[in-house]
């Protein structure tokens, strides 16, 4: 602070300029301090509701207390609000060169003596109403008399004055520094309160100018400095220009790659349509060559057709009628007709068959004997082999091999744990639910997957035995005489007992099921 002081004292000069600047900083400390005291009286009042109940016999008095100190928060905000106009008038006047007489420093001082006196006030309630507030042990409840005695003693501590109600010294300090500071605001706006300074210029720049009227540069130097400055200058417009003209290159040659590109895939997509187009004429070409051969052949067929026809209505004119008005004998020229036409389509296949044949026969005469000659044996021999019914039914075999493997991975990966300790059955174990959601169904759904797929292992290894061994799959061996299943039939009850002499048979038991299976 002591060094502070002194270079205060050595660089800061008694003028109207600092003046100024300490009105000013007056006027924030004001502010700051109106923000004190009303953010404290703010916190007071909360402690009071929160620990003196509102429903009890003091309830009025708490609620008037608090509207108290809403009213004082909200005055000392309004007086901040006044104080923050004075600084923008302040402001305004340093901005013109303009500061207030040296007189108004009076007016200044007596605010901010009030403003520091009130945030002094409020804090010093605050921490004897938390002192109160904080006493250790306590079960009564605390009373508006207790508060009230704690503030009245806070009040005769600092101004020494005895007041009845709360708030009262309170709000007269407050008033009276609202008052004081609109004076201050009208007379921060009054001009013929004010005079004119000089602002000297800053330290740097008389610096700057020291050290340049000492700098002594020749006439030559100059003007060579003048003229790199400006052959820099030039070069680097040059540069930019260039720059600028490469990178309008660059743009305009992506937009050439970029259209090149278009190009080339319209004019694929044009080909591809061309020859889609091609395709197309060609296929209605065909189309329209088979419609006009439909028609030739329709055109005929009704040629023909109305022909039969005619000729059937002749003839029926020609032909006796019967009693009834049929007519016999085109029955019977009917049935003669459909069996004329079954032995002309006998005829026609036994001719076709007799034409294959002579074109074979006449093949045949023009080839040379592929029997007979040894060199041409090879054009008798199949180009692949046939498989032989054994190695068919190895390669089914085999291939139904790699299914039961494939099925094993399958059952492997696919099962589950059954879970005994998830939170379904925890919580509910009586309770109803679906029986594929039962540990029990689970668990012999696996058991009856896995059963299914070693019987169908078993299956295919029994077949790859037989093939090994030469037989074909699916036979079984004969099964002796001896060998055959034997069969108890006694009488056996669903107990276990059997039943002997005249009893009815109620159920029939196999001794040897492995031998009844394999017959």
Request: hydrophobic content about 35%; overall charge negative.
């Amino acid at each position: 602070m002591a060094l502070m002081s002194h270079l205060a004292e050595v660089h800061i000069s008694e003028s109207f300029e600092s003046y100024a600047d300490d009105v000013t900083m007056r006027v924030l400390l004001m502010q700051s301090h109106l923000e004190s005291t009303a953010t404290a009286i703010l916190h007071v009042k909360g402690m009071t509701q929160a620990k003196v109940s509102s429903v009890d016999e003091d309830g009025e008095l708490i609620e008037h207390f608090a509207k108290q100190a809403d009213a004082l928060i909200s005055h000392s905000r309004s007086a901040k609000v006044v104080a923050g106009k004075t600084v923008r008038s302040l402001e305004e006047l340093k901005a013109r060169s303009l500061s207030l007489t040296l007189d108004t420093s009076s007016a200044f001082e007596r605010c901010q003596t009030s403003a520091q006196e009130l945030a002094h006030y409020s804090r010093k309630i605050g921490e004897d109403l938390c002192e109160l507030f904080s006493v250790e042990g306590r079960s009564d409840r605390y009373t508006y008399e207790e508060i009230q005695s704690t503030v009245q003693r806070t009040t005769n501590a600092i101004f020494n004055i005895t007041q009845v109600d709360v708030f009262e010294t309170f709000g007269n300090k407050l008033r009276t520094l609202s008052n004081n500071l609109a004076d201050l605001g009208s007379m921060t706006s009054d001009l013929e309160l004010t005079i004119e300074f000089e602002r000297p210029p800053a330290p740097w720049v008389l610096r700057s100018q020291e050290i340049k009227s000492r700098k002594l540069i020749s006439v030559d130097a100059e003007e060579e400095i003048r003229k790199l400055r400006d052959d820099v200058h030039e070069r680097v417009m040059q540069l930019r220009i260039r720059d600028k003209s490469l990178e309008e290159s660059a743009v305009k040659i992506e937009l050439l790659e970029a259209r090149t590109r278009d190009a080339s895939k319209k004019a694929d997509r044009i080909n591809e349509l061309e020859r889609f187009v091609d395709t197309a004429k060609v296929r209605e070409n065909e189309l329209t060559e088979a419609i006009e051969v439909q028609k030739r052949e329709i055109k005929s067929l009704g040629i023909d057709c109305q022909r039969w026809k005619e000729a059937a209505n002749e003839r029926q004119a020609f032909e006796p009628r019967s009693s009834d008005g049929n007519h016999p004998l085109a029955e019977k020229t009917t049935v003669a007709t459909a069996r004329e036409t079954e032995a002309l389509q006998r005829e026609i296949s036994t001719l076709q068959s007799t034409v294959r044949y002579l074109h074979e026969d006449n093949q045949k005469a023009r080839l040379p004997d592929v029997s007979s000659s040894s060199s041409l044996a090879w054009l008798r021999e199949p180009l692949v082999k046939p498989k032989t019914p054994q190695e068919e039914s190895a390669n089914r075999i085999k291939s139904e091999g790699q299914d039961v493997f494939h099925e094993m991975l399958n059952l492997v990966s696919d099962a589950k744990v059954v879970d005994l300790r998830s939170r379904g059955l925890q919580e509910n174990k009586l309770g109803w639910r679906k029986r594929s959601e039962t540990p029990a169904w689970q668990l012999m759904s696996q058991k009856e997957d896995w059963e299914r797929w070693r019987q169908w292992r078993n299956e295919v290894v029994a077949k790859g035995r037989n093939v090994s061994r030469g037989e074909a799959p699916g036979t079984r061996k004969p099964v002796p005489r001896s060998a055959a299943p034997t069969i108890d039939f006694g009488s056996v009850g669903l107990g276990g007992e059997k039943f002997e002499g005249n009893e009815p048979l109620r159920e029939v038991q196999i001794v040897d099921p492995e031998a009844l299976q394999a017959t």
